[in-house]
């Protein structure tokens, strides 16, 4: 069975713009989704598939029980994915430029351990930044609270989340040009340590 395409709709945004409602054959509506994220035409099933049987393939450990599939996510060196991830491309380029003899695996192994340590390294990275722009909040609020109980004439001690150079910052971020406080090094390096650049 065939999904129902949309026709055509009187709904649009504005003059020169698609429209808003898709109407289906069938008399149901909703809305466009040009700009949602496609996840079901940007993944393959093909891959998917491949990759978690090389994923469960891994999942075997030495007295023979199974640690979790999502075991990685716990955390590892950025340094690991990135040395275990080039010995993959490396076959993958040999097996590329003809070499397939010299490989140490096949080509669809190194394919899913490549994609396995880009995988963990981008997760890195996003946990990595997720947890500064929390951080970096964190420091903002403290500074909203404190400019709002000077505004209110009261003494306020905050535990500092990450230093008075980063109160500083963001309290000049958020417009409070009355908190005297300067950005040095030590902010700054603080900030790009939880960044993990």
Not at 131 to 141: K, P
Not at 153 to 168: M, S, V, Y
């Amino acid at each position: 069975m065939t999904n129902p395409q949309p026709t055509d709709t009187p709904w649009a945004n504005a003059p020169g713009q698609g429209p808003l409602v898709r109407t289906f054959a069938t008399g149901a509506t909703r809305d466009v989704d040009a700009s949602k994220l496609d996840y079901e035409g940007f993944f393959s099933p093909l891959v998917m598939e491949r990759f978690a049987q090389y994923m469960h393939g891994k999942r075997k450990l030495a007295d023979g029980s199974l640690r979790d599939g999502d075991n990685w996510q716990k955390g590892m060196p950025r340094d690991s994915y990135m040395k275990s991830g080039f010995r993959h491309f490396f076959d993958w380029w040999t097996i590329h430029r003809g070499w397939k003899k010299i490989a140490l695996e096949p080509l669809e192994v190194a394919l899913c351990g490549l994609l396995f340590n880009v995988s963990g390294y981008l997760h890195e990275v996003i946990k990595s930044r997720l947890d500064a722009e929390a951080w970096v909040e964190a420091v903002r609020d403290e500074v909203a609270r404190e400019q709002a109980a000077r505004e209110g004439g009261e003494q306020l001690e905050l535990p500092l989340t990450g230093g008075a150079d980063l109160r500083g910052l963001a309290a000049r971020e958020a417009g409070d040009t009355t908190f005297v406080g300067q950005v040095g090094p030590a902010g700054l390096s603080a900030v790009r340590g939880r960044e993990g650049e």
